[in-house]
């Protein structure tokens, strides 16, 4: 009896875990760890639709991105970065599970830390596909 509660347990737990929202991935020579935290709630009527883009203050330099798009997106992949010039461009794509997406605006968070600072960065851009 006590093995079968924990078994049933670990397997909850397996499934849970599956189906959260956030992915971290590393990626590129600068270490970036990349996670996709969803939708966050709807976007705020009085915002400009526009992604907004805040440095965090943490040990590691870190941009937490919010970016509007149609809802119904329940994951992100290719997660990657480029720099171009005195810019750092962040990037991932949408992806939907299901096809069901709605007629509303989202407000996807999410955010990129690289282990190694990028050097001679003055701006910072999002790009994202299949939104």
Same mark, same amino acid.
């Given at each position: *009896?006590k093995? #079968? /509660?924990?078994?049933?347990? *670990?397997?909850?737990? #397996?499934?849970?875990?599956?189906?959260?929202?956030?992915?971290?991935? #590393?990626?590129?020579?600068?270490g970036?760890? /990349?996670?996709? *935290?969803?939708?966050?709630?709807?976007?705020?009527?009085?915002?400009?639709?526009?992604?907004?883009?805040?440095?965090?203050?943490?040990?590691?330099?870190?941009?937490?991105?919010?970016?509007? =798009?149609?809802?119904?997106?329940?994951? =992100?992949?290719? &997660?990657?970065?480029?720099?171009?010039?005195?810019?750092?461009?962040?990037?991932?794509?949408?992806?939907?599970?299901?096809?069901?997406?709605? &007629?509303?605006?989202?407000?996807?968070?999410?955010? /990129?830390t690289?282990?190694? #600072?990028?050097?001679?960065?003055?701006?910072?851009? /999002?790009?994202?596909?299949?939104?």
């Amino acid at each position: *009896m006590k093995y #079968s /509660f924990f078994i049933i347990f *670990m397997l909850i737990l #397996s499934v849970a875990y599956f189906f959260l929202p956030s992915k971290t991935s #590393s990626i590129g020579e600068l270490g970036m760890q /990349f996670e996709y *935290m969803g939708c966050v709630g709807d976007w705020s009527d009085d915002q400009s639709i526009k992604t907004i883009i805040t440095k965090e203050d943490t040990r590691n330099t870190s941009f937490l991105v919010q970016n509007p =798009a149609t809802c119904g997106f329940d994951s =992100a992949s290719q &997660a990657s970065y480029k720099i171009e010039g005195d810019t750092l461009i962040l990037s991932y794509k949408y992806d939907e599970l299901d096809g069901a997406l709605a &007629a509303c605006i989202c407000k996807y968070q999410s955010r /990129f830390t690289f282990k190694d #600072s990028p050097v001679n960065i003055n701006h910072v851009e /999002f790009h994202s596909q299949g939104s």
